[in-house]
């Protein structure tokens, strides 16, 4: 089943998930779009698809938003994943939900928090002062949550292999 994982990365964190989401589904299997330098994405040519955002200023990138939007049924007809990197733990869903249309995350047969990270050595200087006082951390943290990109790769695979039976009448 081949996939689309589409994304905005602002420091590389989201890029970084969705690499291991492509691995963890398989490479040959999957197209990477980065919305920074795509737009014009054919859905038709992907039997499913990933999305994936991160959090700025408590909201995900703005070219997400408008991706899902401009592309909302075709969105529908295909199984989807949703993926969202954000260091906030106790506002991460919150922002998880107002990230992506209810109808979306209703549709999305796998929506996963990946956790996210405080990489310093990519941000200038006005982000790290940011990051210090709204944080109050002072130094490159890591907390992708890897099993629950591991979940969202048995979600997705799992649902292939549904597709692919119902479809074809081949079990893999």
């Given at each position: 089943m081949k996939t689309a994982i589409i994304y905005r990365s602002h420091h590389g964190t989201t890029e970084k998930v969705a690499r291991m989401i492509s691995q963890g589904l398989g490479d040959e299997n999957c197209q990477?779009?980065?919305?920074?330098?795509?737009?014009?994405?054919?859905?038709?040519?992907?039997?499913?698809?990933?999305?994936?955002?991160?959090?700025?200023?408590?909201?995900?990138?703005?070219?997400?938003?408008?991706?899902?939007?401009k592309n909302m049924l075709a969105l529908l007809e295909k199984p989807l994943g949703l993926f969202l990197s954000s260091m906030e733990e106790k506002q991460a869903q919150e922002q998880f939900d107002k990230a992506y249309p209810e109808l979306l995350r209703r549709h999305a047969i796998s929506c996963k928090l990946t956790g996210g990270e405080f990489n310093f050595d990519r941000m200038n200087f006005l982000e790290k002062m940011i990051v210090r006082k709204v944080s109050g951390i002072s130094q490159s943290i890591f907390r992708i949550d890897e099993n629950r990109i591991k979940e969202l790769i048995d979600d997705m695979a799992g649902c292939s292999k549904f597709h692919l039976l119902h479809t074809t009448g081949i079990e893999n």
């Open positions: 990477l779009f980065n919305l920074k330098n795509q737009n014009n994405i054919d859905l038709a040519k992907f039997d499913a698809v990933i999305i994936g955002g991160s959090i700025h200023a408590g909201n995900i990138q703005n070219k997400v938003k408008e991706f899902c939007n």
